[in-house]
Each structure stands twice: as structure tokens, then as C-alpha cells.
Nanobody
Framework: QAQLVESGGGLVQPGGSLRLSCAAS????????IGWFRQAPGSQRDMVAT???????SYADSVKGRFTISRDNDKKMVYLQMNSLKPEDTAVYYC??????????WGQGTQVTVSS
């Protein structure tokens, strides 16, 4: 009974684009802040972007101007559009659902590799 399911990861060349998708259950999508986090080998898991149920967005400085997070209320989906990708963007990307300042759910993760 997964509450969050990610898809869209893969291998892309530097400067390329990729769009990640997070499918959420109805209750989670309606009430929770949804975010994307990433974890590179040997590094901690860091926030990339978040979007509230009202559509307010927030981005890490490292991706500002390159990544865009959005919601589709009909499909119950959250997307992360990634443009101008760099090798340092390589990581496992995780979808997260937060409520009451607590991270309640995590997706299984999807690998993004940026390499020539």
C-alpha cells in the first residue's frame, strides 16, 4: 500500500533534461506538503524542492532556476522538471510527504545519472 511512487529516472547527458513523477494517494496528495530529496553516494539526503497543497514552492539554491516542481490536482501527481542537468545532480531522488512538520512517507527512490 505505497503512499508515494516515483518514476522517470534514468541516464542523461550534461545539459539535458529529465522529468520525475511522484504518484500520491488521494489523502496524502490533498493534505501533505510533497517534496523531492536527493542523496548522492557518500552524502546525506538533502531537500531539492517542495510544494504545499496550496501550491507554494521552495527550492535548494543549487537547483534554483534549473528545476521546477509542480502539481497536477486531477492526476494526483507531483512533478520535478529538471533542466540544464549537471554531473553533480547525479543521485537517487526520493519523493517525500510531510504533515505537521513530520516526514510521514517516502517513495522507493529513482536513480538519476548525468554523464557523457
Amino acid at each position: 500500500q505505497a503512499q508515494l511512487v516515483e518514476s522517470g529516472g534514468g541516464l542523461v547527458q550534461p545539459g539535458g533534461s529529465l522529468r520525475l513523477s511522484c504518484a500520491a494517494s488521494t489523502s496524502v496528495f490533498s493534505l501533505y506538503t510533497i517534496g523531492w530529496f536527493r542523496q548522492a553516494p557518500g552524502s546525506q539526503r538533502d531537500m531539492v524542492a517542495t510544494i504545499t497543497r496550496r501550491g507554494t514552492t521552495s527550492y535548494a539554491d543549487s537547483v534554483k532556476g534549473r528545476f521546477t516542481i509542480s502539481r497536477d490536482n486531477d492526476k494526483k501527481m507531483v512533478y520535478l522538471q529538471m533542466n540544464s542537468l549537471k554531473p553533480e545532480d547525479t543521485a537517487v531522488y526520493y519523493c517525500n510527504a510531510e504533515f505537521g512538520s513530520v516526514s510521514h512517507y517516502w517513495g522507493q527512490g529513482t536513480q538519476v545519472t548525468v554523464s557523457s
